[in-house]
């Protein structure tokens, strides 16, 4: 099943992709939960029930979408740093013993197609482009034997990063050069985990006004989903809705000779196989946008 959320005239609306295109969970029954981050949380059996309702429901008028993040509310947005093999070796960094988390304020969410602010405050934004984990099913001290039955599925989304802040202010400011509004791109759809199947090697990659910058496979991860969820949940209850960006591959801006950071006018776009691809623009601050 694919999910996304969309704008509409009275707010945020949830709908599901149908055999003729996307229907509003609302409309096709008004009694399931009207956001996906509810839905998930009422469990399994509303989520059978509403997959059952956009395969009956009626079609959402054809044209373009404005959509959302899939889960625009989350209550962590939760990161993973040097968690590619073969970025580790781009970086020069031996590869750490330990997931290395950190997190973004849900206030950098983003949509597909979404124009994504770069900020006067940095001169050296950078791509990243990651595959996100939505969690479905909480919990504190999961077991990795279990973790991915927690997990509801996957989304494609973009690490942006203002490297100046996060790399040369005083102390590393990871969190606030992670943080800048629209600076964690999450989307299109929500790709249940039934339908993405095995994510041990999908294709990963980037690319900026259509020249491929970033290109791997989650086999290059240190630590893959099980063991990332496990992690976590030692650390801090997971709750649905919660979003895992789980590292990028090799290929970023900071390591190339000569450096790369993005500018107004690129197109930045991240594909992963079986879960979709996600396009954002960038513009510049004072462009009015």
């Known amino acids: 099943m694919r999910w996304v959320t969309y704008r509409s005239a009275t707010g945020p609306r949830l709908a599901g992709v149908g055999a003729e295109g996307y229907v509003d969970l609302q409309s096709a029954d008004p009694g399931l939960p009207d956001n996906l981050k509810d839905l998930l949380a009422a469990g399994p059996e509303a989520q059978l029930a509403a997959a059952a309702a956009i395969q009956r429901g009626r079609p959402l008028a054809a044209g373009a979408l404005a959509l959302l993040p899939p889960i625009p509310n989350p209550q962590k947005v939760i990161c993973v740093g040097l968690n590619y093999a073969d970025h580790a070796r781009e970086t020069g960094q031996t590869p750490p013993s330990e997931p290395v988390i950190f997190n973004k304020f849900p206030t950098a969410l983003a949509g597909h197609e979404q124009t994504i602010v770069l900020p006067r405050l940095s001169q050296q934004v950078d791509y990243e482009a990651e595959l996100v984990v939505v969690i ?19 989304c494609c989304g973009h690490d942006v990063s203002a490297r100046d802040w996060q790399l040369r202010k005083p102390g590393g400011q990871w969190l606030l050069g992670k943080s800048f509004d629209g600076f964690a791109p999450c989307g299109p759809e929500l790709v249940t985990a039934d339908e993405v199947g095995e994510t041990s090697n999908l294709r990963i990659q980037c690319r900026i006004n259509g020249e491929t910058m970033q290109d791997s496979t989650t086999g290059q991860l240190i630590f893959p989903v099980a063991e990332l969820v496990a992690y976590i949940s030692g650390i801090c209850t ?24 993005l500018k107004p006018g690129d197109v930045v776009e991240v594909e992963i196989e079986r879960v979709g691809l996600l396009r954002n623009t960038f513009a510049a601050e004072n462009s009015g946008l």
């Open 136 to 154: 479905g099913r909480g919990g504190r001290h999961i077991p990795a034997a279990d973790a991915l039955a927690h997990v509801a599925g996957y």
């Open 238 to 261: 997971l709750m649905p809705g919660d979003l895992i960006y789980t590292g990028t591959p090799p290929g970023v801006g900071v390591a190339r000779k000569p450096q790369v950071f």
